[in-house]
């Protein structure tokens, strides 16, 4: 049964995070250690939690000495190439403090469309679960073409949180929730809870203001309903509430799950 509110993430038996590429590169890259300290805590309680990662390309950027993420294909999977390694470790080695193993998972979309690569999918990540192993997910882009992406890692997190069958999808970013217009202009407000099916076409809601992101609010809303649709509800805010958004918190916008 979908769950009714925030507060039951708390007890939440299966739940998926996603966080965005500049929550945890660049100046924010030593918010990895808070976001991992919040999925430890959820883990030592027996609750099972998979990560849904960005971050790969924004973590190479600056090591390959470049100065913003780049336009063409090829750059952009060489980025990838050199980032996945590193953001991996910079997760492992955040995680070793609790004794607890992460495993990273690599995914295109055509591995989810398939009946047999998402079944593999599912049952590799439901074996890391039992092992207690964290899993760590992220678009394969060092192979993945226009023809195979998911688009976004948002897209993405909302698919693997149906394939896991996750009770709820957290999805994290730079702001605390969705607002009725961008949250910089002056008289915005926060929109608390959005009902499973309501049309927000009445609000502003844009894209990235990040430049090294994908996303934006736009594509979290589009998540947002593949999840619901499926019964998952979905919690939207800053990976600087990811303390509070496990443990139940009135925070962020919910949005709420058919049935």
């Given at each position: 049964m979908a769950l009714q509110s925030r507060s039951e993430i708390s007890t939440a038996k299966r739940v998926v995070i996603k966080v965005g590429s500049s929550s945890i590169s660049g100046k924010n890259a030593a918010k990895i250690a808070n976001l991992v300290e919040a999925m430890a805590k959820a883990h030592k309680s027996g609750q099972e939690v998979i990560l849904v990662t960005s971050?790969?390309?924004?973590?190479?950027?600056?090591?390959?000495?470049?100065?913003?993420?780049?336009?063409?294909?090829?750059?952009?999977q060489a980025l990838a190439s050199v980032g996945q390694g590193r953001l991996i470790a910079r997760y492992q080695d955040s995680l070793e403090r609790y004794?607890?193993?992460?495993?990273?998972?690599?995914?295109?979309?055509?591995?989810l469309e398939g009946s047999e690569t998402s079944a593999n999918a599912k049952s590799a990540m439901q074996r890391l679960l039992?092992?207690?192993?964290?899993?760590?997910?992220?678009?394969n882009d060092t192979v993945a073409t226009a023809e195979?992406?998911?688009?976004?890692?948002?897209?993405?997190?909302?698919?693997?949180?149906?394939?896991?069958?996750?009770?709820?999808?957290?999805?994290?970013?730079?702001?605390?929730a969705l607002y009725d217009m961008p949250p910089s202009q002056t008289g915005a407000k926060r929109i608390e809870t959005v009902g499973f099916?309501?049309?927000?076409?009445?609000?502003?809601?844009?894209?990235?203001?990040?430049?090294?992101?994908?996303?934006?609010?736009?594509t979290k809303v589009a998540a947002a309903e593949i999840a619901t649709k499926a019964g998952i509800a979905v919690l939207l805010?800053?990976?600087?509430?990811?303390?509070l958004a496990l443990g139940g918190e009135a925070i962020g916008t919910w949005f709420e799950a058919k049935g």
């Open positions: 971050g790969a390309i924004a973590t190479a950027i600056p090591l390959l000495n470049l100065e913003s993420r780049p336009d063409d294909l090829a750059t952009s004794d607890i193993i992460a495993g990273q998972v690599l995914l295109t979309a055509q591995d039992e092992l207690r192993v964290i899993p760590i997910v992220n678009e195979i992406r998911f688009g976004d890692n948002d897209r993405l997190a909302a698919l693997v949180a149906v394939l896991v069958e996750a009770d709820a999808l957290i999805l994290l970013s730079d702001v605390d099916g309501q049309d927000l076409s009445s609000f502003d809601i844009g894209g990235s203001s990040s430049d090294v992101g994908t996303g934006g609010a736009v805010t800053s990976a600087d509430n990811v303390s």
